[in-house]
C-alpha cells in the first residue's frame, strides 16, 4: 500500500464517519460514497460492513421523533434510496436495497383530512432479502428472509420468506417465466447504445473505458434499462465488473438463468 491509498483510506472513513455523525450507532467498516441526506430525530442503529451509495443521485436516511430505524450487518443500499421512518422499520443482516428504492412507514397525511398524521405502521426486512431497483415499500409490510423482490415493484403486505415477487402490488413471479428468446450479443449493444445515449452500436469486444458515457450515471441508467426489459435483478458491482460489451452480455445471462431457476 502506498501513502497515498493510506491518506485516500483515511480519508474516506473520515467522511463516512461526518455523513453518519447523527446516528446513535455505526458499526465497524461503514462505506459511505458521495454525500446521502441523513436525519435523526429518533433512534438510528447501524451495524458492521453498511454500505450506503449517494452518487450520483443523493439517497436519503429520515428518522422522525421518536422513531427507530435499525440497520443490520452488511446491509448495502444503493444510490438515490429513500428510507423514512417514523414508527419502526428494521432492516436485518445480508439485505440489499437497490437504486431508487423508497420504504416509508406512514403515509404521512389521512385521506379526507390532510392536516392529520395517520399512525405509522412498522416494516421488515429480514435476513438476505434482496429489494431490486425502484422498488416502493409501503407501511405495514414485510418482506420476509432470503425473499427476492424485482425492479419496479410495489410491496403492501407480506413477502413469505424466499419467495420472487414482481408487480403493483407484488405477487410471486409467474413459474412460466423463461429467459427471453432474443439472441442476447445482438439485442445487448443496442440497449446499452439506447441506455447510455451514445450515437453508435457498441461492437462485442469494445472496452467500457472507451466509452465515454459509461460513467457512474450511464450505470445506473443502464441497469435500470436491462431491470426493465429482462425483469432481472442486478447489482451496480455486476455492471461495474464488465470490462467489454461481451462481459455485460455474460452477466444479463447469468441473471436471467437465476431468475428463471429461482421462479421454478
Keep these: 500500500m502506498t501513502l497515498l491509498d493510506a491518506d485516500q483510506g483515511w480519508l474516506d472513513r473520515a467522511r463516512t464517519r461526518f455523513w453518519l455523525r447523527v446516528c446513535d450507532r455505526v458499526g465497524t467498516r461503514a ?33 422522525g421523533d421518536g422513531a ?29 436495497i437497490g437504486a431508487f428504492c423508497m420504504l416509508m412507514d406512514s403515509d404521512f397525511h389521512v385521506a379526507g383530512d390532510p392536516t392529520k398524521q395517520p399512525e405509522a405502521r412498522a416494516i421488515m426486512i429480514q435476513r438476505g432479502a434482496r429489494v431490486g431497483h425502484r422498488v416502493v ?24 420468506p424466499g419467495a420472487t415477487v414482481t408487480g403493483n402490488p407484488a405477487r410471486l413471479a409467474s413459474a412460466e417465466s423463461e429467459a427471453p428468446g432474443e439472441d442476447l450479443p445482438s439485442l445487448i449493444p443496442h440497449i446499452v447504445q439506447r441506455a447510455l445515449g451514445i450515437s453508435r452500436t457498441p461492437a462485442l469486444d469494445e472496452a467500457r473505458e472507451r466509452i465515454q458515457e ?12 436491462l431491470e426493465d426489459r429482462f425483469q432481472i435483478t442486478l447489482s451496480e458491482d455486476d455492471i461495474n465488473a464488465v470490462r467489454t460489451i461481451r462481459d455485460l452480455v455474460a452477466r444479463v445471462s447469468a441473471a436471467l438463468s437465476r431468475a428463471v431457476a429461482l421462479r421454478r
Excluded at 415499500?137 to 413469505?160: T, W
Aim: hydrophobic share 45%; charged share 20%.
Design 137 to 160: 415499500v409501503l407501511p405495514g409490510s414485510r418482506i420476509g428472509a432470503g425473499a427476492i423482490v424485482l425492479p419496479g415493484s410495489v410491496v403492501a403486505g407480506e413477502v413469505p
Design 68 to 96: 427507530s430505524l435499525r440497520i443490520g450487518n452488511q446491509v448495502r443500499i444503493s444510490a438515490g434510496a429513500a428510507v423514512s421512518c417514523l414508527g419502526k422499520i428494521e432492516i436485518e443482516d445480508d439485505v440489499t
Design 214 to 225: 459509461w460513467d457512474s450515471l450511464g450505470t445506473l441508467r443502464l441497469i435500470l434499462e
Design 31 to 63: 462505506r459511505v460514497l458521495g454525500r446521502p441526506h441523513v436525519i435523526n430525530s429518533g433512534e438510528l442503529l447501524i451495524g458492521d460492513d453498511f454500505e450506503l451509495r449517494s452518487q450520483p443521485t443523493v439517497s436519503h436516511l429520515i428518522v
